[in-house]
C-alpha cells in the first residue's frame, strides 16, 4: 500500500469517528458545559455533517485512485 493511500484510508477513518461520535452526542444529548457555559446540540449537528462529508470525500479519493 503506497503512504498516499494509507494516508487517504487513515483521514477517512478519523473522520468517520468523528462524526459518529458526534452523533452519539445528539442521540445521547448530554448536558456538555465548557467554562460555565453549556455547549448547544447544533455545535455537534454541525460537526457530524462536516466530518461526514470529510470522510466521504477522503475514501472517494482513495477509491477514485484505485
Known amino acids: 500500500m503506497k503512504d498516499k493511500d494509507l494516508a487517504?484510508?487513515?483521514a477517512g477513518t478519523v473522520f468517520s469517528?468523528?462524526?459518529i461520535l458526534n452523533f452519539v452526542r445528539l442521540v445521547r444529548r448530554p448536558?456538555?458545559?465548557n467554562r460555565?457555559?453549556?455547549t448547544p446540540l447544533f455545535i455537534n449537528l454541525i460537526g457530524l455533517?462536516?466530518?461526514a462529508l470529510?470522510?466521504?470525500w477522503?475514501?472517494?479519493a482513495l477509491k477514485k485512485k484505485a
Open 8 to 10: 487517504l484510508r487513515m
Open 17 to 19: 469517528l468523528i462524526a
Open 31 to 33: 448536558c456538555l458545559i
Open 36 to 38: 460555565g457555559i453549556q
Open 49 to 51: 455533517g462536516v466530518a
Open 54 to 56: 470529510m470522510a466521504i
Open 58 to 60: 477522503m475514501f472517494y
